[in-house]
T-cell receptor
C-alpha cells in the first residue's frame, strides 16, 4: 500500500518570502512519480510540479522547486518569492509507474496543507 | 483544449435518492479517473477507465456506486440510494497514457450534499 503524509495542516508566509511545505511518503515500488498539486479556494486542482523517482536532479518550475530525498522518502516543495495568488491548499501525491494496461495510474494524496500568503 | 468539465457543479439531494454525475475529459485523453474528496482532506481514488474499460475499482466504491464510460468518451458516476456519508466533492481527472509521462488534469468537481 502507498501512503502520503503531510504533517503541516496550515502554513502562512509574507508576500515575497520563501516557504517550504513538507511531505513524506511510503511505497514498496522502486520506480514512481511524485507530484505537488495546488487547489485554490473554490477552484480546480492544478499541477504545480512533478518528480520522477529515478531522476536524482530536483525538479524546478519557475518559483517552485522540490527537495527530493529518496532514501528518506521525503518530497518537500519550496515556493520562492511568494505571491498572493499562491494562497491555496497544496497536496502532495504519489503514483506508481504506469505501464501499458497495468493499473498503477491512480494517485495517492496526502491530507493537504493550507498555505496563506499575507500582503 | 477546453479542459475537463463536470456537471452539475453542485447537487443537493435527499437521503435515498439516486444521483448521476457527468465528466467530459480533455479530448483524446484515454484515461479517466474518479476521486472523492471530503472537506479538508485529500482526494481518494474511486475508479478509473482506460478507453471504455473500467480497470480498477477502490474498496471505497460500494455496490451503490456505478461508473461507466461508453465509447471511451465522457463518463458518468451514479450513486443509488444516497446516504449522508456520500456528501463530498466528486472529482474527475483525465490523462493521455504515453509511456511514463502521464499527468492527470482535474475538473472543477461536483459537490454533493445529501440531506
Amino acid at each position: 500500500a502507498q501512503t502520503v503524509t503531510q504533517s503541516q495542516p496550515e502554513m502562512s508566509v509574507q508576500e515575497a518570502e520563501t516557504v517550504t511545505l513538507s511531505c513524506t511518503y511510503d511505497t514498496s515500488e522502486s520506480n514512481y512519480y511524485l507530484f505537488w498539486y495546488k487547489q485554490p479556494p473554490s477552484r480546480q486542482m492544478i499541477l504545480v510540479i512533478r518528480q520522477e523517482a529515478y531522476k536524482q536532479q530536483n525538479a524546478t518550475e519557475n518559483r517552485f522547486s522540490v527537495n527530493f530525498q529518496k532514501a528518506a522518502k521525503s518530497f518537500s516543495l519550496k515556493i520562492s518569492d511568494s505571491q498572493l495568488g499562491d494562497t491555496a491548499m497544496y497536496f502532495c501525491a504519489l503514483r506508481g509507474r504506469v505501464t501499458g494496461g497495468t493499473s498503477y495510474g491512480k494517485l495517492t494524496f496526502g491530507q493537504g496543507t493550507i498555505l496563506t500568503v499575507h500582503p | 483544449d477546453t479542459g475537463v468539465s463536470q456537471n452539475p457543479r453542485h447537487k443537493i439531494t435527499k437521503r435515498g435518492q439516486n444521483v448521476t454525475f457527468r465528466c467530459d475529459p480533455i479530448s483524446e485523453h484515454n484515461r479517466l479517473y474518479w476521486y472523492r474528496q471530503t472537506l479538508g482532506q485529500g482526494p481518494e481514488f474511486l475508479t478509473y477507465f482506460q478507453n471504455e474499460a473500467q480497470l480498477e475499482k477502490s474498496r471505497l466504491l460500494s455496490d451503490r456506486f456505478s461508473a461507466e464510460r461508453p465509447k471511451g468518451s465522457f463518463s458518468t458516476l451514479e450513486i443509488q440510494r444516497t446516504e449522508q456519508g456520500d456528501s463530498a466533492m466528486y472529482l474527475c481527472a483525465s490523462s493521455f497514457l504515453a509511456g511514463a509521462g502521464e499527468t492527470q488534469y482535474f475538473g472543477p468537481g461536483t459537490r454533493l450534499l445529501v440531506l
